[in-house]
């Protein structure tokens, strides 16, 4: 009986390091990935069987394997760089905005003495709407009428005066809205006055940051002056 000579399947460090390449410390993902990859296929090649090699389809699966996971990983890149560029050219447009007064959410209204500045956002309109200001301890102020007002955001002013004539004491008050068709309530919502200060990037997007201690998205931006 023939004998089968027992062969050993070795692999020069030359060859590593031509497939593998010199490393260095900014190699990227996926240059790191492929790495990985082609060093375990060596190793395999190196260990198999020489009497049931490696079918070429197993090779050829593996190979399309890192290629789709070397596409993703470029993609995944492309989209992190893409997003980063958008996120500093929001950043620029909104570093336009410091400095400038703005009106946002809120129920909020503040006065020096000269009283102060507030708005209004009212989706339809109303035949009569009205503002009451309000101390911080729930005690009516202030009684403005604004009558009838069409749909729309609407800036308004606070001469700073009391119902009895007095002028309010300086503070922040809050003001609560009533806006009617007939004898129908309708929908409308406070917009408090502050100036942007600065700007600042967080996990959530551009955050403009106010006179009032607040921090806004700019989508929360009714009205710029």
Same mark, same amino acid.
């Not at 070795?10 to 900014?26: E, H, M, P, R």
């Not at 503040?110 to 035949?127: M, R």
């Not at 002013?157 to 007939?182: L, Q, V």
């Not at 006055?193 to 989508?219: D, E, H, R, Y």
């Given at each position: ?6 062969? $050993?399947?070795?692999? @020069? #460090? ?12 900014? $190699? ?5 990935? #492929? ?22 389809? #197993? ?10 996971? $070397? ?9 992190? @760089?893409?997003?980063?560029?958008? #996120? ?13 007064? /703005? ?8 006065? =020096? ?17 009205? /503002? =009451? ?6 005690? /009516? ?28 004491? =300086? ?14 309530? /309708? ?26 201690? $607040? @921090? ?10």
């Amino acid at each position: 009986m023939a004998t089968v000579q027992g062969t $050993t399947n070795t692999v @020069s #460090q030359a060859l590593l390091d031509s497939v593998n390449g010199k490393k260095n410390t900014t $190699t990227s993902s996926v240059d790191a990935a #492929q790495d990985r990859f082609m060093t375990l296929l060596v190793t395999q090649m190196k260990n198999q069987d020489p009497l049931n090699p490696m079918d070429n389809a #197993q090779v050829t699966s593996q190979m399309a394997q890192l290629s789709t996971v $070397t596409g993703i990983d470029k993609l995944n890149n492309t989209l992190e @760089s893409l997003i980063s560029s958008v #996120q500093v050219g929001q950043s620029y447009q909104a570093s336009s905005m410091i400095g400038h007064d /703005v009106l946002t959410p809120g129920s909020k209204v503040s006065t =020096t003495g000269t009283g102060g500045y507030f708005g209004v956002d009212l989706p339809i309109g109303a035949d009569k709407l009205t /503002v =009451t200001i309000k101390d911080t301890a729930g005690n /009516v102020i202030r009684t403005i009428n604004l009558g009838h007002q069409d749909a729309g955001t609407m800036p308004f002013s606070w001469d700073g005066f009391a119902d009895d004539g007095s002028i309010a004491k =300086t503070g922040n008050y809050n003001f609560d809205i009533n806006a009617t068709i007939g004898t129908n309530k /309708v929908e409308a919502s406070g917009l408090t006055f502050a100036q942007v200060m600065s700007i600042s990037n967080s996990s959530s997007g551009i955050k403009l940051n106010l006179s009032n201690l $607040t @921090s806004v998205s700019t989508s929360d931006i009714k009205e710029i002056f």
